[in-house]
């Protein structure tokens, strides 16, 4: 499967930004979809993660202001995130996995080429 994430952008604290995954050459259905991001000079971290049922999992510094969902009609999975702050500085990106466990980015075998989100204070 391909994945194409979009929707970065540099955006002022407190903005809100939508980000998309597209898929393409084979359904997501079957798979959980997860976002990670990486700032500069850090290891990729996990933000949040939906299942192929629809249940979702959220770092903690996220909480109440990410909020990942998924149109399996259009194979396409989003993030949107309200309330940003300068620590959500980083190019997310969208992965894809079949695994049980999905949570690291170890778990996923499918990538985007991730999109920059950068937050002015």
């Known amino acids: 499967v391909q994945l194409q994430a979009s929707g970065g952008g540099l955006v002022h604290t407190g903005d809100s930004l939508r980000l998309s995954c597209a898929a393409s050459?084979?359904?997501?259905?079957?798979?959980?979809m997860g976002w990670f991001r990486q700032a500069p000079g850090k290891e990729r971290e996990f933000v949040v993660a939906i299942n192929r049922s629809g249940g979702t999992r959220y770092t903690d510094s996220v909480k109440g202001r990410f909020t990942i969902s998924r149109d399996n009609a259009k194979n396409t999975v989003y993030l949107q995130m309200n309330s940003l702050k300068p620590e959500d500085t980083a190019v997310y990106y969208c992965?894809?996995?079949?695994?049980?466990?999905?949570?690291?980015?170890?778990?996923?075998?499918?990538w985007g080429q991730g999109t920059l989100v950068t937050v002015s204070s």
């Open positions: 050459g084979r359904t997501l259905r079957p798979y959980h």
């Open positions: 992965a894809a996995t079949s695994s049980v466990i999905y949570y690291r980015p170890t778990d996923y075998g499918y």
